[in-house]
């Protein structure tokens, strides 16, 4: 079971370095391997990896492996509830749910609008065949 071993002393690993990502047991660090807080790695030619001090503070990043704070990210709400909108309104480029959609990639409102202009549309086509059919009656 040397997958679960730690990477200096082969104890049991209970941690991982957050810096460069190898085992670790408990005597060997919590966050950061020893290696890594002192900034000496033993064997490596570069001047790099060797500091008078401990390498913590705010130079030192986290490694891709471990959980990271988000950024400040708010993520895109409807515009009627506020809710996580997936859509964004073809007509007046609102954002929406899927609570709040119409039909056609329109929001609610728009599809309303789309809606009622169809339906004022249908009533005029509807008057203007009444007068034609009641004109035609006339004129025999």
């Not at 391997?33 to 390498?55: I, M």
């Not at 009627?80 to 409102?109: E, I, V």
Request: a positive charge.
């Amino acid at each position: 079971m040397a997958a679960n071993r730690c990477y200096l002393c082969d104890a049991e690993a209970v941690s991982r370095c957050y810096t460069c990502g190898q085992l670790i047991c408990e005597r060997h660090g919590r966050e950061n391997c020893h290696r890594c807080n002192t900034g000496v790695a033993a064997g490596e030619p570069l001047s790099l990896h060797v500091s008078d001090a401990p390498l913590r503070g705010g130079t030192m990043k986290h490694g891709w492996w471990r959980p990271q704070e988000a950024e400040e990210y708010e993520p895109p709400a409807c515009y009627a509830c506020q809710g996580l909108a997936r859509a964004l309104c073809r007509n007046c480029g609102s954002r929406y749910c899927r609570d709040h959609a119409g039909p056609g990639q329109l929001c609610a409102d728009c599809g309303r609008s789309a809606r009622m202009g169809l339906i004022v549309f249908g009533i005029a086509l509807g008057a203007m065949l009444v007068l034609i059919a009641i004109g035609g009656y006339f004129v025999r």
